[in-house]
């Protein structure tokens, strides 16, 4: 679980450097490509690096891959997109609220209680964001990489164990 946990943490930082650079630039399309710059060093440097799992001492051999949570993500990212961009152009928060509730549920599909509780918090954040106008989605953003990092630091601390 440490290599989920830095992948998480590294996927908190992401969520950060998205909010920086929507904040500063207003632009949605710069700021996933930054999101997307980091959660590639995500998933190439730390998910499907073996050097790493090895300094780590963890098993090499599990994967972390799960079919039903990508279809998942790419459907919820697909919906959202779809519903608040082109349907009803309500703005950038709700967009981007609906793209984090996607990438919450998505979780749910690794069936263990570490993902259930990522899961359910993240969503909460979502659900309280959603119905609250005056919650920025800056703070929404600057919660859900908060959420990520400090599971992703229990995680790797093993705190569970």
């Known amino acids: ?15 950060i450097a998205f909010d920086f650079t929507y904040y500063k630039t207003k632009n949605l ?19 499907n690096n073996d050097a790493l799992k090895q300094a780590l001492n963890v098993d090499t051999g599990k994967s972390f891959f799960s079919i039903w949570s ?7 990212i697909a919906a959202a997109y779809f519903y608040f ?3 009803s152009n309500k703005g950038d928060k709700k967009l981007i609220i ?17 993902a259930y509780i990522l899961s359910a918090a993240l969503l909460i954040n979502c659900f309280i964001s959603f119905k609250k106008k005056e919650i920025s989605i800056y ?4 919660i859900d ?16 164990n």
Do not use: D, E, R
């Open 1 to 15: 679980m440490q290599v989920v946990g830095l992948f998480l943490i590294v996927i908190g930082l992401g969520m």
């Open 145 to 160: 990489a908060g959420i990520k990092m400090i599971m992703g630091l229990l995680l790797f601390m093993q705190i569970f």
């Open 29 to 47: 399309n710069g700021s996933w490509i930054s999101f997307g710059i980091l959660y590639t060093i995500g998933i190439l440097g730390v998910l």
């Open 98 to 114: 609906g793209i984090l509730t996607a990438v919450a549920i998505h979780f749910i599909p690794f069936f263990s209680i570490y």
């Open 139 to 142: 703070s929404t953003v600057a």
């Open 85 to 87: 961009q082109i349907l």
């Open 70 to 76: 990508i279809i998942i993500l790419v459907v919820g």
